[in-house]
C-alpha cells in the first residue's frame, strides 16, 4: 500500500472509531464524521492522480457538496437533540424512545 | 356303639351350641337382659358337658377324627375347604378352653355386672371362642388363618373395651401392630407351602415335606409364634394388654389366645424334627423370653402386670420345650398353665373389686383375713405356678426341666431357664406377700366380700382344676417321644432346688422391706427391671422417631425441594434469569451500544473485503 494510500485510510478508520467509540457528546461524533468526509474527500481528489483518468474528476466537488448538506442535517439533529433532551449528552439519547 | 359317628356328631353339636347365642344376636328385636348369663355362659357350659364325650372316646379307644365338609375354593390343583381335625391336642384343649372359658365367663357376670354393654361383652368373647375353637381343630392353613387373624382381633376389640381410656388404645393398637408382625411370618410359611407342596392340608404338607429345605417357613413359622406368643422381641404387647377387663386377661391372654402361636408350631411339629437350626432357634428364643421377662416381673407393682410377665414366661418355656423336639410337653404345659394362671387372673380381679379398683400391691395387704377364700386360691394357683409337686404344673413343668437337663442341648439356655424358674418362686412370692400377707396398707372403707358365689364357684372350679389336671392328663395320655427316667438324683431334684432356693431369697428380702437396710438403694438394676430392660421406651420411640425424621429430611425436604427448586419450576427461573438481564442490558437501546456494534462488524467484515 503506498503511504498516500494509507494515509487518508488511517485516517478514515480513526474518523469511523471516534464516531463509533465516543464518550459524551453528540458533536464530538459528527465532528469525526466530518473527518471522514474530508478523508474520502482526499481519496476521491487523487483519484485522477493515481490511477490517470479523468472520468470522475468532478467527484470531489460533489462529495463536498453532500458533506455540507449533511453536517447541517446533523447540526440540525442535534439543535432538536438539545431542545428535547435538554443536552447533547449521549447517554440520554436511546433508539426505544425519542 | 358307633364311635366314629358318636364322636363327630358331638364334636359338631359344639360348634352348634357354641354359634347358637350369636345368631340370636342377629335379630332386630332387643336382647333379654340377662342373655349374657343365661344364654352364652349356658351354652358354653353345655358344650363343655358335650366335649367331654369325644374326649372319653378318645382316652378310652384312641378315635381321632377328622371332619371334611364344604369344597371352599378350587384354583385348578389347589383346593381349600373347611377341615376339622380332632386329634390328641384338639380333643384335649377343647375341654380345657371350655372348662376355663365357663368359669371366666360365670366370674364376668359378676365383675362387669354394672357394665351397660355386657351383652356386647359376652358377645365378643363368645366370638374369640369361636375363633380359637376354628384355629385349634383347622386341619389346613387357611382355616388356621382364620382363626388366627380372628382371636387377633377379638383381642384388639377387647382390649380396648374401656375405649375412652387412652391407654387402652394404646394397648390395643400395639396388640395389633406386634401381632401383625407375626403375621407377615405365618403369610410366609403359608406362602411358601402353597408355592412348593401345593396344598394347604396339614396331613399333606407333612407327607410332602420329608426331604426339602424347610428353614425358611420354619423361620416364618417361628416368627408368627413370636408375635403371636409375645416371645422376646414382640414382647410388649403382653403386660399393655392387661388394659382390658381382667376376664379378658384371664380368658386371652393367659389361657388361650397366647398360646395360639406356640400351639402352630406344635401342629407342624413334624416340619421341625429334621430342622436343628430352627430347634435351636426356638431354644434360645424361648430362653432368652422366660429369663428376661421373669425378671421383669419382679419388681412391677401392678398385679396384673405380674400375673401377665409370669404367663410370658411359661411361654417362654413352652418354647424353650418345643426347642427341645418336645411338642406333646408343650401341650400339656399349655393345659396346666390355663386353669392356674386363669385362676391367678381369678383371684386378682376378685381382690382388685373387693379394694375398689385398686391394683398397686403396694397399696394392698392382709387380705388373708379379709378375703380368705381368694387369697387361698391366690396361693394355691402360686404354688402350682411355681410347680410344687403334685399340683399340676408340677407334671408338665417339672418334666420339661428335666428333660432340658438330660438333653445334649445349649447349657446356656439350660441356665437361663433354670435360673427362670427361681425368679419365678420369687416374684410369685412377692405377689403372695404383697397382697395376702402383713397389715393393710388401703383405707378401711371400700366393701369387701366375697359372698356371691358367681365369684367363689368359679374359682372353685379351677382350683380343682389346678390341683387335679396334672395328675389327670399325664395319667390318661401316652407320652409320644420316650422320656429320659433315669438320671442322677441332683438334677431329678434340679427344679424343686432352684425353685426353694429362689423362694428363700425372697421371703429373705420381703423381710426386710420394712427395715432400712442400707443407707441408699441401688437403682440401676431396679430400673432395668421396673422399665422392662426399657425395651418398649427404646423400641416405641426411637424407631418412629427416625423414621419420621428420614421421612421430613429426605421426602419433604430432599426429594420434594430439590424437584421444585433445582430440576422443575424455579430451577427455570434461576436460568433464565442471568441470560435475560445480560441481554437486556445490551438492549438497552442506548446509541452507544449501537454504534459499538457497528463499528465492531466493520472491523470484522473490513479484512475480507480488502
Known amino acids: ?98 | 356303639m358307633h364311635s366314629p359317628l358318636l364322636m363327630t356328631t358331638t364334636l359338631l353339636i359344639i360348634f352348634a351350641l357354641l354359634i347358637n347365642p350369636l345368631l340370636l344376636t342377629f335379630t332386630p328385636s332387643p336382647l333379654p337382659n340377662r342373655w349374657h348369663s343365661t344364654s352364652v355362659k349356658n351354652s358354653v357350659k353345655m358344650a363343655f358337658f358335650t366335649s367331654l364325650i369325644p374326649l372319653f372316646l378318645f382316652l378310652d379307644k384312641g378315635t381321632e377324627t377328622i371332619i371334611t365338609t364344604w369344597s371352599w375354593m378350587n384354583l385348578m390343583t389347589f383346593d381349600i375347604s373347611i377341615s376339622l381335625k380332632f386329634d390328641l391336642y384338639s380333643i384335649t384343649f377343647i375341654p380345657v378352653a371350655l372348662y376355663v372359658t365357663w368359669s371366666i365367663l360365670e366370674f364376668a357376670s359378676w365383675y362387669m355386672h354394672s357394665d351397660p354393654y355386657i351383652n356386647r361383652f359376652f358377645k365378643y368373647l363368645l366370638m374369640f371362642l369361636i375363633a380359637m375353637i376354628v384355629l385349634v381343630t383347622a386341619n389346613n392353613m387357611f382355616q388356621l388363618f382364620i382363626g388366627w387373624e380372628g382371636v387377633g382381633i377379638m383381642s384388639f376389640l377387647l382390649i380396648g373395651w374401656w375405649y375412652a381410656r387412652a391407654d387402652a388404645n394404646t394397648a390395643a393398637l400395639q396388640a395389633v401392630l406386634y401381632n401383625r408382625i407375626g403375621d407377615i411370618g405365618l403369610i410366609l410359611a403359608m406362602a411358601w407351602i402353597a408355592m412348593n407342596l401345593n396344598s394347604w392340608e396339614i396331613t399333606q404338607v407333612f407327607t410332602l415335606a420329608s426331604n426339602q429345605d424347610l428353614t425358611l417357613p420354619l423361620v416364618g413359622l417361628i416368627l408368627a409364634a413370636t408375635g403371636k406368643s409375645a416371645q422376646f422381641g414382640l414382647h410388649p404387647w403382653l403386660p399393655s394388654a392387661m388394659e382390658g377387663p381382667t376376664p379378658v386377661s384371664a380368658l386371652l391372654h393367659s389361657s388361650t389366645m397366647v398360646v395360639a402361636g406356640i400351639f402352630l408350631l406344635i401342629r407342624l411339629n413334624p416340619l421341625m424334627e429334621q430342622n436343628p437350626l430352627t430347634q435351636t432357634l426356638c431354644l434360645c428364643l424361648g430362653a432368652l423370653t422366660t429369663l428376661f421377662t421373669a425378671l421383669c416381673a419382679l419388681t412391677q407393682n401392678d398385679i396384673k402386670k405380674i400375673v401377665a410377665f409370669s404367663t410370658s414366661s411359661q411361654l417362654g418355656l413352652m418354647m424353650v420345650t418345643l426347642g427341645l423336639n418336645q411338642p406333646q410337653l408343650a401341650f400339656l404345659h399349655i393345659c396346666t398353665h390355663a386353669f392356674f394362671k386363669a385362676m391367678l387372673f381369678l383371684c386378682s380381679g376378685s381382690i382388685i373389686h373387693a379394694l375398689n379398683d385398686e391394683q398397686d400391691i403396694r397399696k394392698m395387704g392382709g387380705m388373708h383375713q379379709l378375703t380368705p377364700f381368694t387369697s387361698s386360691s391366690l396361693t394355691l394357683g402360686s404354688l402350682a405356678l411355681t410347680g410344687t409337686p403334685f399340683l399340676a404344673g408340677f407334671f408338665s413343668k417339672d418334666a420339661i426341666i428335666e428333660s432340658l437337663n438330660t438333653s445334649y442341648l445349649n447349657a446356656w439356655a439350660l441356665v437361663l431357664t433354670l435360673v427362670a424358674t427361681s425368679l419365678t418362686a420369687i416374684y410369685s412370692l412377692r405377689l403372695t406377700f404383697f397382697v395376702t400377707m402383713g397389715h393393710p396398707r388401703f383405707n378401711p372403707l371400700s366393701p369387701i366380700n366375697e359372698n356371691n358365689p358367681m365369684v367363689i364357684n368359679p374359682i372353685k372350679r379351677l382350683a380343682w382344676g389346678s390341683m387335679a389336671a396334672g395328675l389327670l392328663i399325664t395319667s390318661n395320655i401316652l407320652p409320644i417321644k420316650l422320656p429320659v427316667m433315669t438320671m442322677p438324683t441332683p438334677i431329678k431334684l434340679a427344679a424343686i432346688i432352684v425353685t426353694i432356693i429362689g423362694l428363700l431369697i425372697a421371703l429373705e428380702l420381703a423381710l426386710i422391706t420394712s427395715k432400712q437396710h442400707t443407707a441408699l438403694p441401688k437403682r440401676s438394676p431396679y430400673l432395668f427391671s421396673n422399665m422392662l430392660g426399657f425395651f418398649p421406651t427404646i423400641i416405641h420411640r426411637l424407631p418412629t422417631k427416625l423414621s419420621m425424621i428420614l421421612g421430613q429430611n429426605i421426602a419433604t425436604q430432599t426429594v420434594d425441594l430439590a424437584w421444585l427448586e433445582k430440576v422443575g419450576p424455579k430451577a427455570s427461573t434461576l436460568l433464565n434469569l442471568p441470560l435475560i438481564t445480560t441481554t437486556s442490558n445490551a438492549q438497552k437501546g442506548a446509541i452507544k451500544t449501537f454504534l459499538m456494534f457497528f463499528t465492531l462488524t466493520i472491523m470484522l467484515t473490513l479484512p475480507s473485503l480488502l
Not at chain 1, 64 to 79: D, I, K, N, P, R
Request: hydrophobic share 50%; glycine share 6%; proline share 3%.
Open chain 1, 1 to 98: 500500500m503506498t503511504p498516500v494510500h494509507f494515509t487518508f485510510s488511517t485516517t478514515f478508520i480513526l474518523g469511523l472509531m471516534g464516531l463509533a467509540l465516543h464518550r459524551t457528546h453528540l458533536l464530538s461524533a459528527l465532528l469525526c464524521l466530518e473527518g471522514m468526509m474530508l478523508s474520502l474527500y482526499v481519496a476521491l481528489s487523487l483519484w485522477t492522480l493515481q490511477l490517470d483518468s479523468i472520468n470522475l474528476s468532478p467527484s470531489p466537488m460533489l462529495l463536498l457538496a453532500f458533506s455540507a448538506c449533511e453536517a447541517s442535517a446533523g447540526l440540525a439533529l442535534l439543535v432538536a437533540t438539545s431542545r428535547t433532551h435538554g443536552s447533547d449528552q449521549m447517554k440520554a439519547l436511546n433508539i426505544l424512545q425519542c
